[in-house]
């Protein structure tokens, strides 16, 4: 489920994983900072997760906020996170595995646009602990955006 990046990686992302979606999901689901979540196109053959969050957790100049997830059999993945503002712009970031040309495997896409993009390294691979890892950031740009 989680090779390291050190065995000889595929060339392609493979099918989406619908089991660690499905894991995800009721992660997200029983998540107090997630209002719905949904899969595109069905939970049947998932190719994407989206989850919703809370309105009220967010000052008012941000009206909406959700993450995208895709998972593969590969343990490959992107988990977009993605604010929608009331002047029409948008503040996002994104971590990902997946064969690129623009960087390593493993990497982050840093806010407020997410075209930079940096090398990550993660302690584990593991889908609950990079869940664990996208959801604690979450919550320290919530801070920010109060205290701004």
Do not use: K
């Amino acid at each position: 489920m989680t090779p390291s990046d050190s065995e000889s990686p595929p060339d392609s992302t493979g099918p989406p994983d619908r089991q660690t979606l499905q894991l995800l999901e009721r992660q997200l689901a029983s998540d107090p900072l997630v209002s719905t979540t949904a899969f595109d196109p069905d939970s049947y053959e998932p190719r994407l997760l989206s989850a919703s969050l809370e309105r009220d957790r967010y000052p008012e100049s941000i009206p909406a906020a959700r993450v995208d997830i895709r998972w593969f059999t590969t343990a490959d993945f992107t988990v977009h996170y993605i604010e929608a503002h009331d002047d029409g712009s948008q503040w996002e970031c994104r971590w990902d595995r997946h064969p690129n040309t623009h960087n390593s495997r493993l990497h982050f896409h840093q806010p407020p646009t997410a075209t930079q993009v940096t090398d990550l390294d993660l302690p584990s691979l593991h889908p609950l602990e990079v869940y664990s890892t996208v959801l604690t950031a979450i919550e320290q740009r919530l801070e920010t955006v109060w205290s701004d």
